[in-house]
């Protein structure tokens, strides 16, 4: 047997270069890094010596590296990742909790965070954490419960199981989350004797698995049977490429289609057969079809709370439910009629089975009645006084304006979120939602690595002030890596959503809006010149048609353009219409009389949920 002695790094970065996809193209594009004394010796010589064969790139910190690596795996449909190198110790948990965003949104990313010595000589190294009583644990056991599958290299050897192992969990269509190896710095030092044939190049084909026929006839059965299906688009269609499938599907069967924030923009907007999101901050057309379905079919979805009004929205008595997912785990779930496989292979059998029926009980006008009402909410409203402050829906307003085919809207927390899914009229593929976990700070990393990965098309970036501030460094990354995209930041001077949220459920404004939080001086935050220190294009919109203009000129430059828009915090999206009702549970005494009457109306509320 040939072998090539090459230290554990060198090791793991030669395979990674060799591990390719369907493209041609290596699964891993590239790593970012922030070097310590976990990784620097060991990983970052084995990188710098890599070259081109896996590039590294610099960013400012390892949360927000990973964001935009997820992201990155997202706009490219899980076809292609990114890894993430961090330090031991703080470098390490810093990436924990995009670990959980790629694990709940079943997401690809390769975390390599450096671990203590496995030989523990020099014990307690720098920044780690001492166990007590459990020799074998240290801070990157944080990772576990948000890894799909975490390993610790405490052997060089050992990657020859490890590494094929985390390249099936990142290529694996029911299983794909985020991978940890768990890297010790004396390990990455420590060379083997490698087989040769180990770093052969090997193809990961993205494998589509075939439902079981007879739960296909179930299925079939349930659809012929039923008087007004529905279907929930969720992100699962995009990760199998099935936009196509599915819109055939439900134009030949006449079964109207119903998003989730992952599935939004799979079919464009203009679909006839996209009656919008459902769900808590759904659309009109969309709920009306939810709330009267006798059948439920779920493709590629989580059946998140949100699109669910939490289990109260798909409330006709007689209503069935069908899951269709790759993954068991959702197929089976409240009960589902489960369709375990790929959603394009699914669908594909479904209609084969299903022939020429057609459903067709729905309204075709509602979907137009809603969209008229979007337009005319989103429109900028004029005779204003001096001091009138613009509301979401009217920066959403001006956006689209601007939109075109090649316009993506992202962001992940605050009100846009649930503003965009109800009012946004995506073109197809033009949405990229992280609501999964909602991550604040995800946004501005997050759109350069949509822009990475698709660097065709114009990326809006809508992020809060509030998530601005929790994470806004890697703008510099994307000015010296010359990474344009749009940020939209909305001023409101605080967490609006969550303030509206807080007054919803009987409670006094407080510790939301700068306003009403314990500091002594209101602050003046300086938006355009914090931007503009780092080298982003950065203005402040003096109103709406100015916001338009801005969005326009951003398209020419080469660095981010951040535009500032003062908000007004006090309007919820729920103002245009649509929506449901959320399970957030009010306090069962309080001395506050708002808290008691928000109670009775809670418990009103939750009789219409479902436990099934
Ligand atoms: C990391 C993180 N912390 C806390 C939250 C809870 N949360 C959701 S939205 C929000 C406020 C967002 O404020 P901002 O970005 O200014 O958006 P706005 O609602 O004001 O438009 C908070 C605190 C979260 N989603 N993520
Ligand atoms: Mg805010």
Redesign the pocket.
């Given at each position: 047997m040939n072998t090539l002695r090459l230290t554990a790094a060198q090791a793991m970065v030669r395979y990674l270069s060799a591990q390719m996809n369907e493209d041609g193209e290596r699964f891993i594009d590239g790593v970012w890094a922030i070097f310590g004394h976990g990784n620097v010796a060991g990983l970052g010589e084995a990188l710098e010596q890599a070259g081109n064969t896996m590039p590294t790139w610099r960013g400012q910190n390892e949360q927000t590296m990973a964001h935009t690596a997820i992201a990155y795996a997202k706009a490219k449909r899980r076809r292609r990742a990114m890894a993430v190198t961090s330090s031991i110790g703080p470098g390490a948990t810093n990436m924990v909790t995009a670990a959980a965003l790629a694990h709940v949104n079943r997401l690809p990313v390769l975390l390599i965070p450096g671990d203590i010595f496995a030989g523990r000589a020099p014990d307690p190294v720098l920044q780690q954490v001492e166990d007590f009583d459990d020799g074998t644990v240290s801070a990157n056991d944080c990772f576990r419960p948000v890894s799909r599958y975490f390993d610790r290299i405490v052997r060089p050897e050992q990657l020859l199981t490890a590494l094929p192992r985390a390249l099936r969990v990142l290529t694996d269509p029911a299983d794909c989350g985020p991978v940890t190896l768990s890297f010790c710095q004396d390990t990455q030092a420590e060379a083997f004797d490698y087989p040769e044939s180990f770093f052969e190049p090997k193809v990961w084909r993205i494998r589509r698995p075939e439902p079981d026929s007879r739960d296909v006839s179930d299925v079939a059965a349930l659809i012929e049977a039923a008087e007004r299906p529905v279907l929930v688009c969720g992100g699962g269609v995009v990760y199998s490429q099935a936009e196509e499938t599915l819109a055939d599907f439900a134009t030949r069967h006449a079964i109207p289609i119903i998003e989730t924030q992952a599935g939004k923009s799979a079919l464009a907007q203009s679909h006839p057969m996209n009656f919008g999101a459902a769900g808590v901050d759904g659309a009109a057309s969309a709920n009306e079809l939810a709330e009267k379905a006798d059948l439920v079919i779920g493709v590629g979805t989580r059946f998140q709370d949100f699109t669910t009004g939490s289990w109260a929205l798909f409330k006709d008595p007689s209503r069935k439910l069908v899951s269709i997912n790759v993954q068991g785990y959702d197929a089976d779930k409240h009960s589902a009629v489960g369709l375990v496989g790929d959603a394009k292979v699914c669908l594909e059998r479904l209609s084969a089975t299903l022939t020429d029926h057609r459903s067709g009980a729905f309204d075709p006008q509602s979907r137009l009645d809603w969209l008229a009402k979007v337009d005319a909410h989103c429109c900028a409203r004029s005779d204003v006084s001096e001091d009138y402050l613009p509301i979401?829906a009217e920066v959403i307003g001006a956006v689209q304006r601007t939109a075109n085919e090649k316009t993506i809207a992202m962001c992940a927390?605050?009100?846009?979120p649930g503003a965009l899914k109800l009012l946004w009229q995506a073109p197809q593929g033009g949405y990229h939602m992280e609501y999964g976990y909602?991550?604040?700070?995800y946004e501005i990393a997050g759109a350069m690595g949509v822009k990475l990965a698709q660097p065709d098309r114009d990326v809006v970036c809508f992020?809060?002030?509030?998530?601005?501030m929790?994470a806004n460094s890697e703008l510099a990354t994307a000015v010296m890596r010359q990474v344009p995209f749009t940020v939209v930041l909305?001023d409101?001077r605080?967490?609006?959503?969550?303030n509206r949220l807080q007054l919803g459920t009987g409670g006094a404004e407080f510790n939301n809006l700068y306003r009403s939080a314990n500091i002594e001086v209101q602050p003046e935050i300086d938006f355009v010149a914090h931007a503009a220190s780092m080298g982003a294009h950065a203005v402040k919109a003096e109103d709406i048609a100015d916001l338009e203009n801005q969005i326009l000129a951003s398209r020419a430059r080469q660095v981010p353009t951040v535009i500032v828009i003062d908000t007004d915090?006090m309007h919820g999206p729920g103002e245009a219409g649509g929506g449901h009702w959320w399970d957030v549970a009010v306090p069962e005494v309080s001395a506050r009389p708002e808290v008691k009457e928000a109670r009775e109306n809670y418990l009103a509320a939750l009789k219409d949920q479902r436990a099934d």
């Amino acid at each position: 047997m040939n072998t090539l002695r090459l230290t554990a790094a060198q090791a793991m970065v030669r395979y990674l270069s060799a591990q390719m996809n369907e493209d041609g193209e290596r699964f891993i594009d590239g790593v970012w890094a922030i070097f310590g004394h976990g990784n620097v010796a060991g990983l970052g010589e084995a990188l710098e010596q890599a070259g081109n064969t896996m590039p590294t790139w610099r960013g400012q910190n390892e949360q927000t590296m990973a964001h935009t690596a997820i992201a990155y795996a997202k706009a490219k449909r899980r076809r292609r990742a990114m890894a993430v190198t961090s330090s031991i110790g703080p470098g390490a948990t810093n990436m924990v909790t995009a670990a959980a965003l790629a694990h709940v949104n079943r997401l690809p990313v390769l975390l390599i965070p450096g671990d203590i010595f496995a030989g523990r000589a020099p014990d307690p190294v720098l920044q780690q954490v001492e166990d007590f009583d459990d020799g074998t644990v240290s801070a990157n056991d944080c990772f576990r419960p948000v890894s799909r599958y975490f390993d610790r290299i405490v052997r060089p050897e050992q990657l020859l199981t490890a590494l094929p192992r985390a390249l099936r969990v990142l290529t694996d269509p029911a299983d794909c989350g985020p991978v940890t190896l768990s890297f010790c710095q004396d390990t990455q030092a420590e060379a083997f004797d490698y087989p040769e044939s180990f770093f052969e190049p090997k193809v990961w084909r993205i494998r589509r698995p075939e439902p079981d026929s007879r739960d296909v006839s179930d299925v079939a059965a349930l659809i012929e049977a039923a008087e007004r299906p529905v279907l929930v688009c969720g992100g699962g269609v995009v990760y199998s490429q099935a936009e196509e499938t599915l819109a055939d599907f439900a134009t030949r069967h006449a079964i109207p289609i119903i998003e989730t924030q992952a599935g939004k923009s799979a079919l464009a907007q203009s679909h006839p057969m996209n009656f919008g999101a459902a769900g808590v901050d759904g659309a009109a057309s969309a709920n009306e079809l939810a709330e009267k379905a006798d059948l439920v079919i779920g493709v590629g979805t989580r059946f998140q709370d949100f699109t669910t009004g939490s289990w109260a929205l798909f409330k006709d008595p007689s209503r069935k439910l069908v899951s269709i997912n790759v993954q068991g785990y959702d197929a089976d779930k409240h009960s589902a009629v489960g369709l375990v496989g790929d959603a394009k292979v699914c669908l594909e059998r479904l209609s084969a089975t299903l022939t020429d029926h057609r459903s067709g009980a729905f309204d075709p006008q509602s979907r137009l009645d809603w969209l008229a009402k979007v337009d005319a909410h989103c429109c900028a409203r004029s005779d204003v006084s001096e001091d009138y402050l613009p509301i979401d829906a009217e920066v959403i307003g001006a956006v689209q304006r601007t939109a075109n085919e090649k316009t993506i809207a992202m962001c992940a927390a605050g009100t846009m979120p649930g503003a965009l899914k109800l009012l946004w009229q995506a073109p197809q593929g033009g949405y990229h939602m992280e609501y999964g976990y909602s991550c604040m700070g995800y946004e501005i990393a997050g759109a350069m690595g949509v822009k990475l990965a698709q660097p065709d098309r114009d990326v809006v970036c809508f992020v809060g002030d509030g998530s601005y501030m929790m994470a806004n460094s890697e703008l510099a990354t994307a000015v010296m890596r010359q990474v344009p995209f749009t940020v939209v930041l909305t001023d409101n001077r605080g967490f609006g959503c969550i303030n509206r949220l807080q007054l919803g459920t009987g409670g006094a404004e407080f510790n939301n809006l700068y306003r009403s939080a314990n500091i002594e001086v209101q602050p003046e935050i300086d938006f355009v010149a914090h931007a503009a220190s780092m080298g982003a294009h950065a203005v402040k919109a003096e109103d709406i048609a100015d916001l338009e203009n801005q969005i326009l000129a951003s398209r020419a430059r080469q660095v981010p353009t951040v535009i500032v828009i003062d908000t007004d915090p006090m309007h919820g999206p729920g103002e245009a219409g649509g929506g449901h009702w959320w399970d957030v549970a009010v306090p069962e005494v309080s001395a506050r009389p708002e808290v008691k009457e928000a109670r009775e109306n809670y418990l009103a509320a939750l009789k219409d949920q479902r436990a099934d």
